[in-house]
């Protein structure tokens, strides 16, 4: 596995404890998203490195996440229906940033737009939906800092499928691992990939999208 991991404890020392934060695994010029998907939309993933396949359909909207453990909570550790299988996906930061760049809040927020029909019309034009949601623990408690996701359909999501990801990566016998791990040991000794806050070079895209 490329992505580098660390004690959770570790992570608790360095990353913030409130506020909204884009928390991702970063190498270099390159960031790691998540996504859980069924078996037959994986293998062909890891198989051809760039999202396809008879199950896979770029005419639905698709979820990424930079967070693992938010990862973790919405596919259950790889454990949910259709979710058996988690893929680590590593873009170029500036191609993250080109996503951020499309982005309209998937509810209307007063502190972002000047009016709903401001929000309303942001809706129509872009393709990628913003959601701020708590952040969660290892045991799926509610954290006060609060992690992105980002929901990308039609151009974008293609171009994210088949050009932005440069490399695919199955980490679901990490996901289990750990999960096993966490039932009888404290979480302070989970490993979890090693995360940074992440933020855009344009401190006015930072705003908009509530960084």
Same mark, same amino acid.
């Given at each position: 596995?490329?992505?580098?991991?660390?004690? @959770? @404890?570790?992570?608790?020392?360095?990353?913030?404890?409130?506020?909204?934060?884009? $928390?991702?695994?970063? =190498?270099?010029?390159?960031? !790691?998203?998540?996504?859980? @998907? #069924?078996?037959?939309?994986?293998?062909? &993933?890891?198989?051809?490195?760039?999202?396809?396949?008879?199950?896979? +359909?770029y005419g639905r909207m698709s979820w990424i996440k930079p #967070? *693992? /453990?938010?990862?973790?909570?919405?596919?259950?550790?790889?454990?949910?229906?259709?979710? %058996?299988?988690?893929?680590? /996906?590593?873009? =170029?930061?500036?191609?993250?940033? %080109?996503?951020?760049? =499309?982005?309209?809040?998937?509810? *209307?927020?007063?502190?972002?737009?000047?009016?709903?029909? &401001?929000?309303?019309?942001?809706?129509? !034009?872009?393709? !990628?939906?913003?959601?701020?949601?708590?952040?969660?623990?290892?045991?799926?408690?509610?954290l006060e800092r609060r992690a992105i996701q980002l929901g990308?359909?039609?151009?974008? /999501?293609?171009?994210?499928?088949?050009?932005?990801? $440069?490399?695919?990566?199955?980490?679901?016998?990490?996901?289990?691992?750990?999960?096993? *791990?966490?039932?009888? #040991?404290?979480?302070?000794?989970? /490993?979890?990939?090693?995360?940074?806050?992440?933020? $855009?070079?344009?401190? &006015?895209?930072?705003? +908009?999208?509530?960084?």
């Amino acid at each position: 596995m490329k992505i580098q991991t660390e004690y @959770y @404890y570790k992570s608790l020392e360095r990353l913030p404890e409130t506020g909204q934060h884009i $928390t991702a695994h970063l =190498q270099g010029g390159l960031m !790691v998203v998540y996504q859980a @998907y #069924n078996h037959r939309i994986a293998d062909f &993933a890891v198989q051809n490195q760039y999202l396809g396949g008879d199950a896979f +359909s770029y005419g639905r909207m698709s979820w990424i996440k930079p #967070n *693992f /453990l938010w990862m973790m909570y919405r596919c259950g550790w790889a454990a949910k229906e259709n979710q %058996e299988r988690v893929l680590a /996906l590593w873009l =170029q930061k500036s191609d993250f940033e %080109e996503i951020l760049k =499309q982005a309209a809040f998937s509810s *209307f927020k007063p502190e972002y737009y000047e009016s709903h029909e &401001a929000w309303r019309q942001a809706l129509e !034009v872009k393709p !990628v939906r913003l959601q701020w949601d708590p952040e969660h623990g290892p045991f799926g408690n509610k954290l006060e800092r609060r992690a992105i996701q980002l929901g990308l359909k039609g151009d974008i /999501l293609e171009q994210f499928g088949r050009k932005y990801a $440069t490399l695919i990566e199955d980490v679901t016998s990490f996901a289990k691992e750990q999960h096993a *791990f966490l039932q009888s #040991n404290p979480a302070e000794k989970l /490993l979890v990939t090693v995360e940074d806050v992440f933020r $855009t070079g344009d401190e &006015a895209l930072n705003k +908009s999208v509530g960084i």
